[in-house]
């Protein structure tokens, strides 16, 4: 697609910031006001359409899906996410653990425990622990303690928290990650800790490193997106 616009800008809109191409607001992909909730993220979507070229490139726009499935999908329908998120609770990658008296299990201990511990103590849960790979459910006390938590967050932050969940594997790293002063990428060191240390043991892999920079972009774009909705 050709670029269709010369100028772009920012006006107040009902509920925030709103991005205009030639003095015309710009929708979501289903047709919504594209409103952002803070002008912080409404200049970063701006920039995205002030540094297409003659050409529109989708790829620059690392923010606008985030706005769009914010509002297009999760604000229609809340429950939706929040059982996907509660899911992740089950099958939370900090609870399942190496053999123990392994090497791999000294550092899983090592680098998981406090997040976990951090993460039951701000939450007031329990996450039950195992060793192997055989599943064991949480209690449905926690279920009901984390569905009320995030029954809370706004829409903005649940699609944040999604996408961070889901490229974890972990409710804890993306529930850290929300927190006020989080460090995003010692959390997703944590949560890539079993790969890092298959590629101590036998090196890394060309296809598997481009991967993983691929998921890592993914998982600081959602950072940044929760960042900029605050």
Partial sequence: MKRFYKDTGIAEAEGGFQVQL???PVKTALGSAQIAPTR???ETLAAEWD???DKIDPALFRFRDHV???IDMVRPDRADPIAKLLKYAETDTL???ADPGGH???RQQEVWDPLLNEFE???GVMMQRVSGIIHRPQSPEIATQLSNRLSALDEFALTSLLTMTSLTASLCIGMSALEAGADAEALWGAANLEEDWQIEQWGADYEAQAVRNRRTADFMTAWEFYTLTR
């Fill in 51 to 53: 540094a297409q070229g």
């Fill in 104 to 106: 791999f299990f000294a």
């Fill in 121 to 123: 103590a701000r939450e």
């Fill in 40 to 42: 912080s993220l409404a």
């Fill in 22 to 24: 030639d003095g015309r």
């Fill in 68 to 70: 769009d499935y914010t």
């Fill in 95 to 97: 609870c399942y653990r």
